[in-house]
Antibody, heavy 119, light 110 residues
Framework: QVQLQESGPGLVKPSGTLSLTCVVSGGSISGNNWWSWVRQAPGKGLEWIGEIYHSGTTNYSPSLKSRVTISFGTSKNHFSLKLTSVTAADTAVYYC????????????WGQGTLVTVSS | NFVLTQPHFVSESPGKTVTISCTGSSGNISRNYVQWYQQRPGSAPTNVIYEDNKRASGVPDRFSGSIDTSSNSASLTISGLKTEDEADYYCQSYDGSSRMFGGGTKLTVL
């Protein structure tokens, strides 16, 4: 059973950079899957941020593309999210998730981590 | 940008049937598969329907998905409603290299 776990600072200052890591266990990052980030502002809906394939190919939400970078770590059992120039509007629960290209759905999710942007 | 629109709220009584719609902003919604996720407060979403109408493992057959090309919309239907079905429901699809979610529908079972 694949498991994902997010980690990172829970508080980021305005204009700073939000950095999160997702550790993948119980399965390989290789395979026909996209490794994704999804966020949810308090009381709001789900917003897709972007994804990375094991080849390193990335796709980003058009609305966040200029501020987002998703990459793999050196050990390649984890992937990371960087979001620059954050504002209070970036306050959200951030989830990492696996998107299966085979079944075409988000089939495994992390528990989510709350990141608050505040001075 | 392809946008998915859902009603904000729906409510129905236990034992009844409810349908949640998800309307595509343009084009043909049947061009790409639609998925549905259930999210309970404080928890990550879980998939209930994938590829328009397939039930995820462990999801009861009270849940079903469909596509209506005439209205360019997808639907999630839950029959024999139970109080445990009360949750937020999100449709999700993709357009080229982008994924997108609908705005979500809060289902109240009262």
């Amino acid at each position: 059973q694949v498991q994902l776990q997010e980690s990172g600072p829970g508080l980021v200052k305005p204009s700073g950079t939000l950095s999160l890591t997702c550790v993948v266990s119980g399965g390989s990052i290789s395979g026909n899957n996209w490794w994704s980030w999804v966020r949810q502002a308090p009381g709001k809906g789900l917003e897709w941020i972007g994804e990375i394939y094991h080849s390193g190919t990335t796709n980003y939400s058009p609305s966040l593309k200029s501020r987002v970078t998703i990459s793999f770590g050196t050990s390649k059992n984890h992937f990371s999210l960087k979001l620059t120039s954050v504002t209070a509007a970036d306050t959200a629960v951030y989830y990492c998730a696996r998107y299966s290209n085979f079944i075409r759905r988000f089939d495994f999710w992390g528990q989510g981590t709350l990141v608050t942007v505040s001075s | 940008n392809f946008v998915l629109t859902q009603p904000h709220f729906v409510s129905e009584s236990p034992g009844k049937t409810v349908t949640i719609s998800c309307t595509g902003s343009s084009g043909n919604i049947s061009r790409n598969y639609v998925q549905w996720y259930q999210q309970r407060p404080g928890s990550a979403p879980t998939n209930v329907i994938y590829e328009d109408n397939k039930r995820a493992s462990g999801v009861p057959d009270r849940f079903s998905g469909s596509i209506d090309t005439s209205s360019n919309s997808a639907s999630l239907t839950i029959s024999g409603l139970k109080t445990e079905d009360e949750a937020d429901y999100y449709c999700q699809s993709y357009d080229g290299s982008s994924r997108m979610f609908g705005g979500g529908t809060k289902l109240t079972v009262l």
